[in-house]
C-alpha cells in the first residue's frame, strides 16, 4: 500500500485541504489531485456509493497520489471492512455519539491487535503478491487514519470520553449538523455553532489529537487555522459550483456591457 503523507503531513503538524467526493467521477479526483488537493473523502453517507464504486475512485486518487478516504454512513465491522478492503486508506465516520461509537471504528479499521479487522488477500494488501500478510498489516495499522465526527449533542456531552479513545487520530467537527443539533440548520457561522466548534476544538488539540472541520472559503480557512486546526475540507460539487458561477457571471456582466 502506498504510504499516507496526508497522515504524514499532519504528524509533522503541517495542515491538509481536500475536499468530499460527492459527485461520483474519477476523472474529478484526478484533477484535484493534480491541483494540489492532499486528500480526498469518497462521501458513502450521503451518496449512493458502493465499495465497488469507491474502487475506482480510490484508483483515481492512488494514480494522482493523494490519500483516499471513505465517510461511512453506517458503523459496523463488515461495512467498514469492505472499503477499508477496496482500497480506502482511512475513515471519516459520522455520527460518533459515545466512546464506544468510536471504538467500534478503530476495531473496523484497525487490524489485531490494535483493533478486529479481518485479514484476507485483498486489494488493499495488493492480493497478498508483494508481501507477507504480517508486514502488511505493520504497513496497514501504521498508515491507516481514523477521524471520528462530532455534529450532535449527544457527542458534545460525551466528548471528553470520546477524545481520549485510541486509535482515533482526529476529531471532525461538522458546522451543518452541528447548526441542525442546534436549531439553527445551515448557519455554520452562527457564533454557538464557531464557539462549540473552537472549544472542542482546543480540547482535541490539547489530547494530542488533530483537530478538523469544514472550510468552504478562505475566510472559515483563517478562522479555524487560527484556532490550530490542521484538516480542512470542502466539497468537489462546491468548488465546481464557484468556479461555473464566476464564469457565468463575467459572461453575463460582460454582455451586458455590450448592450
Known amino acids: 500500500m502506498q504510504k499516507n503523507e496526508m497522515k504524514a503531513k499532519l504528524l509533522?503538524?503541517?495542515?491538509?485541504?481536500?475536499?468530499?467526493?460527492?459527485?461520483?467521477?474519477?476523472?474529478?479526483?484526478?484533477?484535484?489531485?493534480?491541483?494540489?488537493?492532499d486528500y480526498v473523502i469518497v462521501d458513502a453517507e450521503h451518496t449512493a456509493v458502493t465499495p465497488e464504486t469507491a474502487e475506482h475512485l480510490f484508483r483515481a486518487a492512488e494514480l494522482r497520489h493523494i490519500t483516499p478516504l471513505t465517510r461511512i454512513g453506517e458503523n459496523t465491522q463488515q461495512v467498514i471492512q469492505k472499503f477499508m478492503d477496496a482500497g480506502s486508506m482511512g475513515v471519516l465516520m459520522p455520527l460518533i455519539n459515545t466512546a464506544e461509537d468510536a471504538k467500534r471504528v478503530v476495531d473496523g479499521v484497525k487490524y489485531p491487535p490494535m483493533g478486529k479487522r479481518g485479514l484476507a488477500a485483498t486489494r488493499s494488501a495488493e492480493w497478498a503478491l508483494t508481501q507477507p500478510f504480517a508486514d502488511y498489516v505493520r504497513q496497514a495499522n501504521q498508515e491507516t487514519l481514523i477521524a471520528v465526527q462530532i455534529e450532535t449533542r449527544q457527542a458534545i456531552e460525551n466528548f471528553d470520553q470520546i477524545v481520549r479513545v485510541e486509535g482515533v487520530d482526529a476529531i471532525f467537527f461538522g458546522p451543518t449538523d452541528l447548526s441542525s443539533a442546534f436549531g439553527l440548520h445551515g448557519q455554520i457561522r452562527h457564533p454557538e455553532v464557531v464557539e462549540t466548534i473552537q472549544r472542542l476544538g482546543v480540547a482535541t488539540i490539547a489530547a494530542g489529537k488533530i483537530a478538523a472541520t469544514l472550510a468552504p472559503t478562505i475566510e472559515d480557512y483563517k478562522r479555524y487555522r487560527e484556532m490550530g486546526f490542521l484538516w480542512f475540507t470542502t466539497g468537489v460539487a462546491q468548488l465546481l459550483a464557484r468556479g461555473v458561477r464566476e464564469f457565468v457571471g463575467e459572461v453575463k456582466e460582460y454582455e451586458k456591457g455590450r448592450g
Open 12 to 37: 509533522r503538524g503541517q495542515p491538509v485541504v481536500g475536499v468530499f467526493s460527492n459527485v461520483q467521477a474519477p476523472n474529478a479526483i484526478e484533477i484535484v489531485g493534480i491541483l494540489g488537493m
